[in-house]
């Protein structure tokens, strides 16, 4: 809790003045480690009406001691929670601290006080030890003491309940305004989410600017604006669930939820009972009634991951959801009605899966209305400089230079087959951060090995003595003439089948060949018998 914030709210300026007017005290506030605000900034302490607390506290011993007092209250209310009341305790002084604790949403946040009062008029012989104290915390001022405690102020007990009900309203006022503030904050906080969450999935915000990317991009337009199932095919890692929002965040269902739950997470008995809910006393340890994830959904977007991992038994209950909208939970009798959006995924061939048997087929028609097909990274190598780029700015930490990938390492990354496709380029960025952040260009020694081994096998960090002789970028070129031939060879010389396993276009590839000099001694284009 911010208490600086609060000592300049109107309500406390003006109680503080009325303190001072009326009891000629100082209102003082302390956090929850027991540490004074206003004491806390040095040489620029409040001068207090009390004379005897100030000698004290422009006295180093005497600061220490101010200090203990206080904190003595401090331990007392932080050892007992049910103190919620102003409570009297006794200074170094034998002075009384009137103190109020604060607690916000339950939480003990510290508390405010006022200092420096006797109960009853002191005795000839309480003035000579308190005048002996203060002497020797001001040795070079004994006329000073002698004046102060000629002043000390005198609480009564009438003038001690008002103190003590005045503190208490400042306390219930500094806690008023935090949890306003705190409300304000989640609110701002819950609209800022929102924002970003639409902003962060609209589709110009999703990395990729190759042919393929610009395919999908064109589907998923005209996708979001229809209700529409979809069915999202891809490999691993190419980001299926970042598509599947971003269909959500752009469509009429932006406003409503979006529920996640991959379907090969759990095995059938806790996937039914995550995906349609339970009722009491369907099973063992079902103690209450439990909503299912599709209730949850309602109004909203299912997003099913891996729907090709799921049982026969459950493809039924699926598909009776997206027939009919209603399902029972797990030991019901009273189906339930949903409306949800279903956006399904995997990396299986459901349709070869229908033919073996392993999936209904009612199901798979049901859920391919639209098929978004997205593809590996392999197949848009052109997006691997976006790519890399963001990551990097993504995961570049404070004090971290890095500011790209070094030529010879960008080269290496085009040439693998990155099986795990944007993750595993995600997670590569990462570590080569980790490893290499304080260097401006990351060089292909630090490359995972299983990258290097994988382009050129038993590669040293600076991929093979032979290929790193010379000129950096000969070094670049030699690799890529080696590309290219042997990927002729191994398409027959079918220029259009290479360009998309490279992920360059048609023409760039033939720009190559012939720069390379690789037209000759191949066999004519096999494209025509593709």
Known sequence: MDLERHQNLHTIIMLREVIRKWWRAELHLVDRNGNVLDWQRGGDIPPTPNECCRLSLTSREGMRRCNQSVRQLHEQFRANRRLRRALV?????????????????????????????????????????????????????????????????????????????????????????????????????????????????????????????????????????SEATVLINGESGTGKELVARAIHSNGPRRHGPFVVQNCSAFNDNLLESALFGHMRGSFTGAMRDKKGLFEVADGGTFFLDEVGDMSPALQVKLLRVLQEGTFLPVGGTQPKEVDVRVI??????????????????????????????????????????????????????????????????????????????????????????????????????LISSRIRDAVVPGASPLLTTARVTGKLHEAVETLEREMIHQGLLRTGNNKSRLARELGISRSNLILKIAKYGLDKGLPPDAEADA
Not at 116 to 130: D, I, M, T
Not at 381 to 388: E, F, K, Q
Not at 394 to 423: C, F, I, S, T
């Open 89 to 225: 305790h006794p200074c170094h002084l034998k002075f009384s601290l009137v103190g109020a604790p604060l607690y916000i949403r339950d939480e003990y946040e510290g508390f405010l006080f006022v200092e420096g009062y006797v109960r009853e008029p002191l005795s000839a012989r309480e003035q000579e030890a308190l005048k002996a104290r203060l002497r020797e915390l001001q040795p070079a001022a004994p006329m000073d003491a002698e004046r102060a405690v000629e002043r000390v102020p005198l609480l009564s007990d009438e003038n001690l309940g008002k103190l003590t009900d005045l503190l208490d309203y400042v306390a219930s006022e500094i806690t008023a305004a935090e949890t306003a503030e705190h409300a304000r904050k989640e609110e701002l906080a819950r609209q800022a989410l929102t924002q970003d969450s639409d902003a962060h999935y609209r589709f110009e915000d999703i990395i990729g600017r190759s042919g393929p990317m610009q395919e999908i991009f064109k589907l998923l337009e005209k996708v979001s604006n």
């Open 344 to 445: 399904a995924a995997t990396h299986k061939d459901l349709g070869e899966m229908v033919k073996r048997g392993e999936f209904r087929e009612d199901l798979y028609y049901r859920i391919n209305v639209i098929r978004v097909m997205l593809p590996a990274l392999r197949e848009r190598r052109d997006d691997l400089p976006l790519l890399v780029d963001h990551f990097l700015r993504k995961h570049l930490r404070e004090g971290q230079r890095a500011r790209g990938l070094a030529p010879d390492a960008m080269a290496l990354l085009g040439m693998y087959a990155w099986p795990g496709n944007v993750r595993e380029l995600e997670n590569e960025m990462e570590r080569l951060l980790v490893l290499g952040g304080d260097l401006e260009l990351l060089p292909a020694e």
